[in-house]
């Protein structure tokens, strides 16, 4: 089930080895990103970053994104590990 609806595409993790980092690499991958959406006629991107990750944060900032919401979940997966 998708809770954004079928207008949005999202992009579930992006890691970068810190000997790569500032290679362009992440622009790149974002740029696609951002190409498969247009293609897709998605009307928006979003993806999930922890809080305490300032760089990931500030390069995603940079590259246009905002910080739109907060997100907490609970899900069967987690209820039977705690069983």
């Known amino acids: 089930m998708n809770i954004w609806g079928d207008d949005l595409l999202e992009i579930e993790r992006i890691y970068i080895r810190n000997k790569y980092q500032g290679k362009g690499l992440g622009k790149h991958?974002?740029?696609k990103a951002m190409e498969i959406a247009v293609a897709q006629n998605k009307?928006?991107?979003?993806?999930?970053?922890?809080?305490?990750?300032?760089?990931?944060?500030?390069?995603?900032?940079k590259m246009g994104f905002i910080h739109e919401t907060r997100i907490m979940e609970f899900n069967e997966h987690r209820t039977k590990a705690l069983a």
Not at 43 to 61: C, M, P, Q, R
């Open 29 to 31: 991958l974002i740029n």
């Open 43 to 61: 009307k928006s991107i979003w993806l999930g970053v922890w809080e305490k990750n300032d760089n990931a944060i500030g390069f995603y900032k």
